[in-house]
T-cell receptor
Framework: KAGVTQTPRYLIKTRGQQVTLSCSPI?????VSWYQQTPGQGLQFLFE???????NKGNFPGRFSGRQFSNSRSEMNVSTLELGDSALYLC???????????FGPGTRLTVL | SQQGEEDPQALSIQEGENATMNCSYK?????LQWYRQNSGRGLVHLIL?????REKHSGRLRVTLDTSKKSSSLLITASRAADTASYFC???????????????FGKGTLLTVNP
């Protein structure tokens, strides 16, 4: 089975712009979670989607949003980018919520 | 705040030695999982231990769980240079104020195995 894929792998944006990141889960996985990883804050949970519904949301401002499509692919969007949004964004899929998570390689976002 | 906290933050050992990392958490959990991350890449799942289990083995890995102390440990025996990575514990617990379970990661232990 193909693993979790994330596109793009690297992204450079400037403050105020918006960005959309994409995640394709492992075939058959219906749960997709997003995490932000920074050296200072570690791995922070953004949100989780299951069958196109947001099940859980982390403590991030409304500039961070996401969605899941009927084929389980997911996107996350960050609007009005700030310097502090520079991070590695990781997507993970699982068969069910709370189970083993399979991570993609991440998208490294740099905001200038 | 983080649900799981790993200890120590960094650990440096020689090849062949054993490495022990600890994780403490705050609330009741459904299960606890350990992950490894190499140099800013994606995380790889190592092992999952359920709240009603006390010990689990997988190859050179041994995980223990003490729900009364809300703590877990990960032991890597006969370490190799390739084990150099960051190790994270993740707790599966009810999201605060919610009815769904959520996986929360600690900040990790950076393990360096010197050849």
């Amino acid at each position: 089975k193909a693993g979790v894929t994330q596109t793009p792998r690297y992204l450079i944006k400037t403050r105020g712009q918006q960005v959309t990141l994409s995640c394709s889960p492992i075939s058959g996985h219906r749960s997709v979670s997003w995490y932000q990883q920074t050296p200072g804050q570690g791995l922070q949970f953004l949100f989780e989607y299951f069958s196109e519904t947001q099940r859980n949301k982390g403590n991030f401002p409304g500039r961070f949003s996401g969605r899941q499509f009927s084929n389980s692919r997911s996107e996350m969007n960050v609007s009005t980018l700030e310097l502090g949004d520079s991070a590695l964004y990781l997507c993970a899929s699982s068969l069910a919520a709370g189970g083993t998570q399979y991570f993609g390689p991440g998208t490294r976002l740099t905001v200038l | 705040s983080q649900q799981g906290e790993e200890d120590p933050q960094a650990l440096s050992i020689q090849e062949g030695e054993n490495a022990t990392m600890n994780c403490s958490y705050k609330t009741s959990i459904n299960n606890l999982q350990w992950y490894r991350q190499n140099s800013g890449r994606g995380l790889v799942h190592l092992i999952l231990i359920r709240s009603n289990e006390r010990e689990k083995h997988s190859g050179r890995l041994r995980v223990t769980l003490d729900t009364s102390k809300k703590s877990s440990s990960l032991l890597i025996t006969a370490s190799r240079a390739a084990d150099t990575a960051s190790y994270f514990c993740a707790t599966d617990a009810l999201a605060s104020g919610g009815s769904n379970y959520k996986l929360t990661f600690g900040k990790g232990t950076l393990l360096t195995v010197n050849p």
